[in-house]
């Protein structure tokens, strides 16, 4: 691993677009090859910026501006000898000639520059719905500094009231928050029938109602048909029921496109997610060309193949082994995504990683699942808050598929210790036996992840089983052994009611012989009482995973 | 997996000691199997209660005692059926006859139970140092409830403005904190030269500075050679110093020793480090008799042989195999164990899993190591906390033999994800690989645990190397590349200024022919500059790992 021997020529490494992995990729090409001449070219004005943090800008959460730009040219060419040139836009790159072409939008003239290594990272642009034709000045994405620009000039100079937010994914719920924030009433309608694709339906819910709580208003399952207009300004969105959302603010996050129309034109291939093709050195088919970030298709950990998962952080992963491999011809193998995701939506936390059961089902991949309800820590020391944290399996061996966590604090890290053991390939055995911190004000003796494990144990062992939320309780003896008082505020009709505490004495009023469902508030107490009949001899007991709490949101409408 | 057959006799099993892992067990054999009869034989007066929350209600941070007791006799019966006998003292364990028998404290009556499955629980018991006889009523350990109603008595009727704690352990420290809450002045004495033996001193010593610049008073390095006594109280603690430290209260956490005694007596083996020896299910030498808890020992996932570890968490997962086995004959096995631990002290973390390198140097193993200073989440987003992240691997393939944390929010997440990744034997490259959560309220795109692993995938490819924290400078040529506002407050005497930004222009007027160290603040800078001069053709240039705020840590006498 040593670089070119003295007297040969500089390697020349060539990085198309600095942000998605750019940035880190030339600069971790400078540390393995001090000699190499790196040139960034970068169609915007600005090198690299905190993507992520835009929506926090909004309301001034994140109070400057410069804090979004996370360096500069300058800097890169005082510390690291890169040459950074922004307004400059590749428009062809010619793979025989070794060399990329394009226009210098700040001087206007065409430029040629030859690379012996190319890394491309252009990454994605946002979706632009018909309705944005023809544009409107106050109705924008946020997914650049500019748009970032566009947005805040309306709400400074327009007196915005109302905004109506396109798109219930990650950034759409960040700027649903950041605008509540600051007094905005704001509308979110989303094309699916739930916020937060990745996650499944219950926990989303949670989410939902939090925000409908908070006074935001919900259009699921709506279709955006047209904008009312008066001049360049759009007064409303209409929906395709006939709802009209009056509004000073639209900003669409229908999804994004990866930009691989360059690499496309140079012949390189795309695979079926739409991203381009490369191996785990971040290789496309050309052997002097790597490409990063959410133009490519990484290799998902669970599906076992390539997909496009456009997040910061593997693409910054991504760009750290590009950049060594074009300057040392060799690196560490890029690891497999899964998806691992959380975003904060006013005071909750929603977290994800490997697939959800929808996702399962679309792909058609055995599964099993529960989710239980705990504390961040434990829950005689004060302040604890609820989570709810599902974890889904193989029914075979119980090897882990995905987790999802929503709830106050610790969810994020609940879903990381998963995250990690799923990048072993582990199993609910693994989570069960974890040797994780404990002390009162950080977790439990037995974690939240543990509980999880052992729960999913019990269901694959079937000592006993469970059902999932969504289950049609007819036909069944229904067991709900919550308390009276519980019942008062969330009855479950046809149930027959004997709290957890009566059991012992009373389970023989039960007929053994019908198939049984037991029932509480989280699933904990249900469990207890399903292995209790299930000791007494009892053959088909199970039972209600995640309790009333989840089966209630599984049911909303 | 079946219960026994109808009509055979129902198991016995009998769980010796509440705490620690005795009520998991207890509870865990009774879910599985509904029938047998369960019979907890506890000599204290409570069958379980929440032993590391005890600190928290010194100062009223956990209010109600209520709240430390986790679970009740009745509650027992009445949810379980099992049978809880407080005051039961076990006196001897006969083997062959599969009975056992003790004193009943309550009624002064002799008993005598016999088992078909008996679990050992009986815990550790703090060590109590000659000075603590003869007893004196404000002289206390830390271990149970009484003892914590004792010292809150202590508080209450004797205003206590001044303490001293014995022992700079977890309990120890969080016992400073809760004590400095309500205003007593504090001092801290430990035998050993560190606080917290499990970190790395440069690391114990940020705390230890932190609870010197709250007015705790710190005595390392010191013996108790007695006390100073009036009548049944003690009114100082002399130490071996000549130090006489004035006190209204001394608390002792002078250490654990494992209660194996009635164990040894039944002829059961104990291993090197103290603990009952016992298999991946928890069964000791006589299939017929579980342990779990502080009494054991567990397998140790760095050291791969057993060691006492007494912590909760795995007493607790350890009880629920030993329950589940007890009652079914098969069970998961239990996982190694790490030492995982945290502890808060004012308003710092600290946590660590797997080995430091004092104990790798004590057990001979080779290790290399890497600090990084790192904010929990992104940088751009207000409230960034810093945290210090030391991670240890082997210097052969990388494989994760420790970390150690200690900073703000999100150290315990850190050490979790790493707790995570050494259960399955993983190594630096796969943290540097790991997908975890990214959003800026939470982490960064690159995690501290990838920038760790990074500068250590760094260090063992030698582009280029690290030297500790500790090294002698002498002799080499050393590089400060730290900004010229930075070398007022903490100079570094010998060494060559050339600010990171300037050294692209300036590295020339450097010896590259001599041994060279590059220093920066945290390590990051340096690690650039050390990769421009080796780019340059340098042969011998390395960067100080975790730099001048670790090194002034590292020195302090």
Not at 76 to 84: C, H, M, P, S
Not at 381 to 405: C, F, I, N, R, W
Not at 420 to 437: C, K, P, R, V, Y
Request: charged fraction near 20%.
């Amino acid at each position: 691993m040593e670089n070119q021997p003295t007297g040969s020529p500089p390697l020349r490494i060539v990085v198309i677009g600095g942000v998605a992995g750019g940035a880190s990729a030339a600069t971790r090409a400078r540390r393995a090859d001090a000699c190499a001449e790196i040139v960034v070219l970068e169609k915007g004005q600005y090198v690299s910026f905190a993507n992520c943090g835009l929506p926090y800008h909004l309301s001034g959460e994140i109070e400057s501006r410069d804090d979004l730009l996370v360096t500069t040219a300058e800097l890169f060419w005082k510390r690291f000898r890169i040459d950074v040139r922004t307004g400059h836009e590749v428009t062809r790159i010619d793979r025989d000639g070794c060399f990329v072409e394009g226009t210098d939008h700040s001087s206007g003239k065409s430029f040629r520059i030859p690379y012996d290594r190319l890394i491309l990272s252009t990454g994605s642009a946002p979706v632009s719905p018909p309705f944005m034709q023809p544009p409107c000045e106050n109705v924008r994405h946020l997914w650049t500094l500019p748009d970032m620009d566009a947005v805040i000039s309306q709400l400074r100079d327009h007196a915005v009231k109302r905004a109506v937010i396109i798109g219930a994914g990650f950034v759409g719920l960040e700027v649903v928050e950041q605008l509540a924030h600051v007094g905005i009433r704001v509308a979110l309608v989303e094309r699916g029938d739930q916020v937060l694709k990745p996650l499944d339906r219950h926990l989303a819910r949670i989410i939902e109602r939090d925000m409908a709580d908070r006074g935001v208003s919900l259009h699921l399952s709506a279709d955006v048909t047209g904008l009312r207009r008066d001049g360049d300004r759009a007064t409303a969105v209409e929906l395709a029921d006939g709802t009209v959302l009056e509004t000073d603010l639209v900003v669409v996050g229908a999804g994004v496109r990866p930009r691989v129309d360059l690499a496309v034109a140079a012949g390189l291939p795309v695979g079926p997610s739409g991203g381009l093709v490369v191996d785990r050195q971040m290789r496309t088919e050309d052997p002097k060309i790597y490409a990063v970030g959410d133009m490519v298709e990484c290799h998902h950990g669970v599906l076992d193949r390539p997909l496009r998962i456009p997040l910061a952080g593997p693409a910054n992963r991504a760009g750290r082994i590009a950049g060594t491999h074009a300057a040392l011809g060799e690196s560490q193998p890029m690891g497999s995504v899964l998806g691992t995701s959380v975003v904060r939506v006013f005071d909750l936390t929603a977290a994800c990683t490997g697939m959800s059961e929808a996702a399962l089902d679309a792909n058609g991949i055995a599964h099993r699942s529960v989710i239980i309800a705990a504390g961040h820590h434990a829950g005689y020391y004060p302040g604890a808050e609820t989570m709810q944290l599902k974890v889904v399996y193989s029914p075979t061996d119980g090897k882990l598929l995905g987790a999802q966590g929503v709830g106050g604090q610790g969810v994020d890290k609940r879903i990381d210790v998963i995250a990690t053991a799923m990048h072993f390939g582990g199993t609910i055995h693994d989570l069960a036996q974890l040797d994780l911190a404990y002390a009162p004000p950080f977790a439990s003796a037995k974690d939240p992840v543990h509980m999880a494990a052992f729960v999913a144990e019990n269901d694959l062992e079937s000592h006993p089983g469970i059902v999932a939320p969504g289950i049609d309780l007819a036909g069944f003896q229904v067991v709900d052994v919550r308390n009276p008082r519980e019942l008062v505020d969330l009855p479950l009709e046809g149930a027959i009611s004997i709290p957890l505490d009566e059991l012992a004495d009373r389970w023989q009023e039960l007929d053994p012989n019908l198939p049984t469902i037991t029932v509480c508030h989280s699933g904990k107490r249900g469990h207890v009482a399903a292995c209790w009949l299930r000791g007494k001899g009892w053959r088909d007991v199970r039972n209600l995973t995640g309790g009333m709490a989840i089966r209630m949101l599984e049911r909303e409408s």
